[in-house]
């Protein structure tokens, strides 16, 4: 099975600042990488996939990068629906498809 | 417009039994493949099974292995769980989402708003 780690576990931004959040595999994943974005009561939403490629409606300030073990999701200027708990997922090695545990991404 | 709508969920008895339905509108169901999902109360995400566009294949995670199944029935376009000898640890909001057209293995593109499932006695 494939572990995905997140770290931070919890990254406190300002409004209009950057955000980078990681994500790495315990062993390569190619670009078979997907990011999804939870607010509270809400099911996950799907932000990137293949690492690097928006979903539809998903604005530009997100993207994607990475490939193998070790991936990135930047926020480049946050807005207030941002703040919010972020995932990485893996669908390389399956089954399982595994998810990281989490990066909670809070008002500074 | 695509939606999935999950349902069945309650407080039930350890070792009982639970069916949890999921119905799918605004897309051809049979073309896509279909996950299940659960998320304990302050946790984070973990896969629980998937069956493949046609129903050809189906995977289950080691710790519902033998007591859950996933089904479909492209008929009524609802996709199933059946969750047998339920244990504490199986409390949790239980989500269907959908995979990219005919790519079941993918990454999952549309989720429902999930049903809550509690173990308790």
């Known amino acids: 099975e494939i572990v995905m780690t997140q770290s931070p576990a919890t990254l406190s931004v300002s409004p209009g600042e950057r955000a980078t959040l990681s994500c790495r595999a315990s062993?390569?994943?190619?670009?078979?990488l997907a990011w999804y974005q939870q607010k509270p009561g809400q099911a996950p939403r799907l932000l990137i996939y293949?690492?690097?490629t928006r979903a539809t409606g998903i604005p530009a300030r997100f993207s994607g990068s990475g490939f193998g073990t070790e991936f990135t999701l930047t926020i480049s200027s946050l807005q207030s629906e941002d703040f919010a708990v972020y995932y990485c997922?893996?669908?390389?090695?399956?089954?399982?498809?595994?998810f990281g545990q989490g990066t909670k991404v809070e008002i500074k | 417009q695509v939606q999935l709508v999950e349902s069945g969920g309650g407080v039930v008895l350890p070792g009982r039994s639970l069916r949890l339905s999921c119905a799918a509108s605004?897309?051809?169901?049979?073309?896509?493949?279909m996950h299940w999902v659960r998320q304990a109360p302050g946790k984070g995400l973990e896969w629980v099974a998937v069956?493949?566009?046609?129903?050809?294949?189906?995977y289950h995670a080691d710790s519902v292995q033998d007591r859950f199944t996933v089904s479909r029935d492209t008929s009524k376009n609802t996709l199933y769980l059946q969750l047998n000898s339920l244990r504490a640890e199986d409390t949790a909001v239980y989500y269907c989402?959908?995979?990219?057209?005919?790519?079941?293995?993918?990454?999952?593109?549309?989720w429902g708003q999930g049903t809550l499932v509690t173990v308790s006695s």
């Open positions: 997922q893996q669908y390389n090695n399956w089954p399982p498809w595994t």
């Open positions: 293949g690492a690097s």
């Open positions: 989402a959908m995979g990219p057209y005919y790519d079941s293995s993918g990454y999952l593109t549309r």
């Open positions: 069956i493949w566009y046609d129903g050809s294949l189906k």
């Open positions: 605004g897309f051809t169901f049979s073309t896509y493949g």
């Open positions: 062993q390569s994943v190619s670009s078979n």
